[in-house]
């Protein structure tokens, strides 16, 4: 079974953070550069690979994904620093120089681009002690935050 990666990203002043979940780090990285990805990173210009992981399953990833975008900036920043303290973009390291995600603005999509390379790539884990398990034990809550939806049209 594929590897799936959450990952997060930001725009070039670190002002915006995005997390997400794919199953092709480079080409989903691609898709956010050129405008595909997501309305929100299109909008927020958010492009900069800073922090990713990599989960056996898509239950074990989404979790994941669920638990870091219920976290506050703060808790996010701190993850982030212990393995990328500067917050560099990771994909050169990641994909090699020559990466269409690297020389962004090229006019075809890498999707279909093999995950060889991040296979021999040093993954980024969790520090020593620390797991998603400890997380949810230091009160992080996994449920989904509530969010008010307001119909469109309507007077509320």
Same mark, same amino acid.
């Given at each position: 079974?594929?590897?799936?990666?959450?990952?997060?990203?930001?725009?070039?002043? +670190?002002? #915006?953070?995005?997390? %997400?979940? *794919?199953?092709?780090?480079?080409?989903? @990285?691609?898709?956010?550069? !050129?405008?595909?990805?997501?309305?929100?990173?299109?909008?927020?210009?958010?492009?900069?690979?800073?922090?990713?992981?990599?989960?056996?399953?898509?239950?074990?990833?989404?979790? +994941?994904? #669920?638990?870091?975008? %219920?976290? *506050?900036?703060?808790?996010?920043?701190? @993850?982030?620093?212990?393995? !990328?303290?500067?917050?560099?973009?990771?994909?050169?390291?990641?994909?090699?120089?020559?990466?269409?995600?690297?020389?962004?603005?090229?006019?075809?999509?890498?999707?279909?681009?093999?995950? #060889?390379?991040?296979?021999?790539?040093?993954?980024?884990?969790?520090?020593?002690?620390?797991?998603?398990? !400890?997380?949810?034990?230091?009160?992080?809550?996994?449920?989904?935050?509530?969010?008010?939806?307001?119909?469109?049209?309507?007077?509320?």
């Amino acid at each position: 079974m594929k590897e799936l990666f959450v990952y997060i990203l930001t725009n070039e002043r +670190r002002t #915006t953070l995005y997390i %997400g979940v *794919t199953n092709n780090l480079e080409g989903r @990285l691609w898709q956010h550069q !050129n405008g595909v990805g997501s309305k929100f990173t299109h909008q927020y210009n958010l492009t900069v690979l800073i922090y990713y992981e990599t989960w056996p399953d898509p239950a074990s990833a989404i979790a +994941r994904e #669920t638990q870091l975008k %219920g976290w *506050t900036r703060a808790k996010k920043e701190a @993850l982030i620093s212990t393995l !990328n303290p500067n917050w560099e973009d990771l994909a050169p390291s990641l994909f090699g120089e020559d990466s269409l995600v690297v020389r962004r603005g090229l006019p075809h999509s890498p999707v279909g681009v093999s995950q #060889t390379r991040l296979s021999t790539a040093c993954p980024a884990t969790l520090p020593p002690g620390h797991s998603a398990q !400890n997380d949810r034990e230091e009160g992080a809550s996994d449920a989904p935050r509530k969010t008010r939806e307001k119909k469109r049209g309507s007077d509320e």
